[in-house]
């Protein structure tokens, strides 16, 4: 809000141009004194209001009620001034002046028509008032939506408004809509906003952060200000958010601190006195220092490790044991890293690393793949845990890191091991969509030497070749696959004949390719895969072009697909049928995903160029080529000399 100063000198400026008369002085002097005198008792009640709150007078009830008296009369003597000022003026800062009057009275209902009368009828973008608006909708009629709707209509006027921003990602933290709250409160901590709004905004997204499950998150958020004091009542929050993140992520003498101040704040909860007692032992605080053993009685939460603890001290690792694995039946994490912490005490190097093995399927199974990765990263340095290398490559992939996840799951194919075949072919499969071509091969390898008859394994290899152009090795790979379909199912068989025709497409072998697609369609003639396979195959290739588009057609009749719309709009453009073209190769490209995507951006580029408009068919090759990934299919050395023409043209 204005100061007060700065309302008084815009209202001075407005009386004096207005020259209206007032209730009860003729002169606009006189208005002027009115309006500095209800200043005056405005300032003297909140001041008043202040000292009331101060904690040198929360134990002393008859000064304070003294000071409460005093305020009002101060408070009322401004409204009624204000009023009588309001009905002459009709002035925003009288109005505003009233408002703020009306809420310190505890009237929100008055406050809020008071700062309605200034949006409504003269400034709808005065955004003292749309602030007072959400403070009265949020703190007198605890109406979150609607606070947040005010809130959320001065940043549409001022972007930058950092306590805007603030109580919007507040309000909407209390509303339980996560995205919106981060949205806003990262607008503060982006920004660089100075001041308090900002440090909170860190706060309450460390917390947002923790709910997420973006642990190393939290901690970055609130380690800085995890020490600070906040008279907030989300204090506790806040150090609950860091300390549980600090114990996911086994920075338990970071925990043990929280947790402590936790257990002081409130020192009746015996969840926080438990968890400091729990903490100290996984921190190994020294004895001299750790809070003597909570007495918890009956079926409070935690019960078990206070047993295991006591037997700990005593060096009794069995007792201790024996305690956390009768919480294994529904495992927490507490007894999960406990019975680690246990195993690491016990010197028993085969249990340590069980337990070791335990905790990272509990962090894997409950999303927290950093750690998961940390201790299978531990686990695979033994040679015995080198199977693992399957796990940590999927934690890598969840984790959203594809390289590292490439690079264990190349690490699992080499290891000496003894590899299952599910493993295996899944690893076969991501290694060549990651074109880690050399890895690609040894996983098929140790597929076929355990499956010698395993087609997929033999196609699988014809393939990397294929993209490797090695036509001789990969003819010869597809040509062992073909041999031993005699046993396969019709499925098995229809996904090798359209490997088949591909590799054969990829030589320019386009009597082998139909072939092969032909037979494909001869096992289900109404397979709208087939028919799409084989008649874009016709009409790329030039075979029949007629034919491919009706079988395409056929396709698509079943089954819409941006693949077969492709088709259909490269047939049409052999064709000449150059609008259908268009239309068709448009709704290709708006559902298209995937390395296909350059190939669309081509062809709907030649329907540009054939009919003239070399603008848009420039923009399309560039597309083209601009895509993240290109099928085998994409003629890049083509696509750039017509760019190199388009450019030359220009």
Known sequence: MKAYAFRCMMLCAAIIVSGCASFNYTSATDRLIAFQTANDHYNKGKMLFERISSPALRTNEQSADALHREAYDHLAAARDIYEQLFEREKNETIILSLGQTYKLLGEPEKATKTFLYVINNINKSNTDALSELGYTALYYRNDLEDARRWYERILAIDSDNAEAAFYAGYTSYRLNDRARAKKHFSRLVSAQSPGQYRRYAELYLGVLSFYDGEYEECVRLLEPLANESYEDPDRTAWLVAFYKSCQVLERFRDAYEAVAMLAAKHPADMYYTGQRYLLAELAAVPLKDRPPEPKITGTNILPFFIPAIRALSSNDITAARAAVLREMNQPSIEAMQLMRHIERKSGDTFRAQKAELDLSGYYFANGIYSMAIRHLTNLVTQKKYQYLYYDLSHAYMKSGDTVKSADAAAAYVRADITHKTAALTDVADFLMRSKRYPDAIIANDRIIKILPDATFAWLNKGLIYAEQKDEKQALRMTEKALSLLAGENDNAKKAAYYSAGTIYLMFNRVKDATNVLSRALAL???????????????????????????????????????????????????????????????????????????????????????????????????????ADEHSSEFDEAAVRKKVKALEGVR
């Open 524 to 626: 289900d003639p109404e397979d709208p895969n087939a028919l799409n396979a084989l008649g874009y195959t016709f009409i790329d290739r030039d075979v029949n072009v007629p034919e491919g588009v009706r079988m395409v057609e056929k396709a698509i009749s079943y089954r819409t697909s941006p693949h077969f719309l492709d088709s259909l709009g490269w047939g049409y453009y052999k064709q000449r049928r150059y609008d259908d073209a268009k239309r068709e190769l448009l709704k290709a490209l708006a559902g298209y995903t995937g390395d296909g995507f350059s190939v669309v951006c081509a062809h709907l580029a030649d329907v540009y160029l054939a009919t003239g408009d070399r603008e848009n068919a420039l923009i399309m090759f560039k597309k083209a080529l601009d």
